[in-house]
């Protein structure tokens, strides 16, 4: 059984961790297969928007399989397999799956569908939009068992909400409930189970009907100047602005919009 389903509805690719039975953790054919499936997203131009969930009603992701891929990574285990040898030989693979040193500009819509503790809470701040059932957990558990959240935590969450509520994560090891964590600022929205995957689906229609330069344009200069001083990152901006403008979507906007039609967005 594969480690993740991968699929792809029209403009839409769907990403689904498939390892229910071992809470969707992350083992060593799961991060082979991202890897892969990332590759291939970053670099199909028919893709406009990414959906990522989990199989399952219990769990999103509990992060990494401790007793598979940390033993590897920390030398206490010697490569037994096929797998395991091109885990260690796939260097970085970590950031490259949690979009550290990859960087995928369609927007990623992350279904949260149980908890995500560890991994799964690392995983979630490398997408966009963040909708979660009632029932989900969020938690960065690593200092529990002697290690830290180095899948980007420790840099992204500081970023991404209030300092106080981004410590108080990091330093605890707590589970959130969804509705703090929406509250924090850590997702988007709340929904019921039986909604999560319809509004995932119809959040990736609307974004695959817009422009997908601007679209991409947009997440680019979001990412790239989040470290810059305010003078570098307008003049990103206004190069990034520049670029789309001078692409065949940018005329057609104008026009369907004088014709009253729909546009026709080809991402040129």
């Known amino acids: 059984m594969k480690a993740i389903i991968f699929e792809k509805r029209s403009h839409t690719a769907w990403i689904t961790l498939n390892r229910p039975e071992a809470n969707n953790t992350l083992n060593g054919d799961m991060f082979l297969e991202l890897n892969d499936v990332w590759d291939e997203l970053r670099d199909d131009k028919t893709v406009r928007a990414i959906i990522l969930t989990a199989a399952g009603e219990k769990d999103f ?10 033993p590897l990574w920390n030398g206490s285990k010697q490569p037994k397999n096929d797998t395991e040898r091109r885990l260690l030989a796939e260097k970085g693979i970590v950031s490259k799956v949690l979009l550290r040193q ?28 963040r909708i979660s059932v009632p029932e989900a957990a969020f938690a960065l558990t690593e200092p529990k068992v002697g290690i830290v959240p180095g899948g980007g935590s420790m840099v992204r969450l500081p970023r991404q909400i209030p300092w106080a509520h981004a410590m108080k994560i990091l330093l605890t090891g707590e589970f959130i409930p969804a509705a703090e964590a929406l509250q924090m600022g850590l997702i988007s929205e709340i929904v019921e189970r ?14 695959s009907k817009l422009a ?8 680019r200069t979001a990412l790239e100047t989040a470290h810059m001083s305010w003078t570098d990152a307008f003049a990103f901006e206004n190069e990034q602005a520049k670029i789309v403008m001078k692409s065949q979507d940018a005329q057609e906007g104008p026009r369907a919009f004088m014709e009253k039609r729909k546009p026709n967005f080809i991402g040129e």
Do not use: F, H
């Open 61 to 70: 992701c509990c992060g990494g399989d401790l007793g598979s891929v940390i």
């Open 102 to 129: 990859r960087q995928i500009v369609k927007p990623i819509i992350c279904a949260v569908n149980g908890r995500a503790l560890g991994g799964g809470t690392e995983m979630l701040q490398a997408t966009d939009i």
């Open 194 to 207: 039986d909604q999560l995957l319809v509004r995932a689906e119809e959040l990736a229609d609307k974004i």
């Open 212 to 219: 997908p330069l601007a679209v991409q344009a947009i997440k």
